[in-house]
């Protein structure tokens, strides 16, 4: 079983930045892509960023621009960072991992965090 931990949601305000971080453990074998999704009340979830083992990045039309994703493969950490906050980026953020365990290791599953939330105020 994999475990993904996230931190550093919050409050903050318009303009402002954060970075959120997020950690798998657990049996795993390899992660190829991690990332994040988020989801605002009554919206679907969109794609965020991802980053994949290789260091490819992929980011979401509403945050290209101003967010970074960087990943700490030894540890399985993957971080976000968003500035120039906007309201609209109010919205539970989820890490995801796409990771493959000792006992199944080319079969890789998709593991989500259980989110953290952010909200933008002005």
């Known amino acids: 079983q994999v475990q993904l931990v996230e931190s550093g949601g919050g409050l903050v305000q318009v303009g402002g930045s954060l970075r959120l971080s997020c950690t798998a453990s657990?049996?795993?074998?390899?992660?190829?892509?991690m990332g994040w999704y988020r989801q605002a009340p009554g919206q679907q979830r969109e794609l965020v960023a991802t980053?994949?083992?290789?260091?490819?990045?992929s980011y979401g039309d509403s945050v290209k621009g101003r967010s970074g994703i960087s990943r700490d493969n030894p540890k399985n950490t993957v971080t976000l960072q968003m500035n120039s906050l906007k309201p609209e980026d109010t919205a539970v953020y989820y890490c995801?991992?796409?990771?493959?365990?000792?006992?199944?290791?080319?079969?890789?599953?998709?593991?989500w965090g259980q989110g953290t939330k952010v909200t933008v105020s002005s």
């Open positions: 995801y991992a796409g990771a493959s365990t000792p006992t199944q290791p080319m079969r890789f599953e998709t593991y």
């Open positions: 657990g049996m795993i074998f390899s992660i190829n892509s």
């Open positions: 980053i994949t083992s290789g260091g490819r990045t």
